[in-house]
């Protein structure tokens, strides 16, 4: 079956622009997670999405945001730009979260400049 | 705060020689546990995970983990490393029944030579 797909592959944006990221889970699976890896940070999560609701919430500040759709297909945004902010999102779609496996999607490449 | 740690940036091994990988984690009761692999610019592949029973879990490609209550543990093990091997490692916890938000260690880029 088809995997987690997130597009685009690749961004640039300005600072202060905003930016939408999206993600296509795996066929049935309802949870879909949003990470973001830097080389100073690691991995550090974002958010969690669950039909349609918001179940986790890591520590960012209220620029990043999100949502997910009744398909179960997730959007994250990031408003106002920072440099700071350049980085690979990645989603994680599962069918229930905690105890069901996680599949990664290969994430977008963001880069503010 | 459940924290992951894992001490080692870099390990270096030879195509052939056997492999443990360190995590100890930190949480208030046991965690569900995890190992990923990146390779560059790529997402990241489950190895294997431990919810609960059998204290030693296998993986594909070869690994598996023991995990260790006592010392907040779950080590990374294969017998004979291969050189597709070479890539970054990442320990990971998830709480018990509070869905799918994982703490990350810092990665262990591993190195495999020929």
């Known amino acids: 079956k088809a995997g987690v797909t997130q597009t685009p592959r690749y961004l640039i944006k300005t600072r202060g622009q905003q930016v939408t990221l999206s993600c296509s889970p795996i066929s049935g699976h309802r949870s879909v997670s949003w990470y973001q890896q830097t080389p100073g940070q690691g991995l550090q999560f974002l958010f969690e999405y669950f039909s349609e609701t918001q179940r986790n919430k890591g520590n960012f500040p209220g620029r990043f945001s999100g949502r997910q759709f009744s398909n179960s297909r997730s959007e994250m945004n990031v408003s106002t730009l920072e440099l700071g902010d350049s980085a690979l999102y990645l989603c994680a779609s599962s069918y229930w979260g905690g105890d069901t496996e996680a599949f990664f999607g290969q994430g977008t490449r963001l880069t503010v400049v | 705060a459940q924290s992951v740690t894992q001490p080692d940036i870099h390990i270096t091994v030879s195509e052939g020689a056997s492999l443990e990988l360190r995590c100890n984690y930190s949480y208030g009761a046991t965690p569900y546990l995890f190992w990923y692999v990146q390779s560059p610019g790529q997402g990241l592949q489950l190895l294997l995970k431990y919810f609960s029973g059998d204290t030693l879990v296998q993986g594909i490609k070869g690994f598996e983990a023991e995990f260790k209550r006592s010392q907040s543990s779950f080590n990374l093990r294969k017998p004979s490393v291969h050189w597709s091997d070479a890539a970054e490692y990442f320990c990971?916890?998830?709480?018990?029944?509070?869905?799918?938000?994982?703490?990350f260690g810092t990665g262990t880029q591993l190195k495999v030579e020929l």
């Open positions: 990971a916890v998830a709480p018990t029944g509070g869905g799918n938000k994982l703490t």
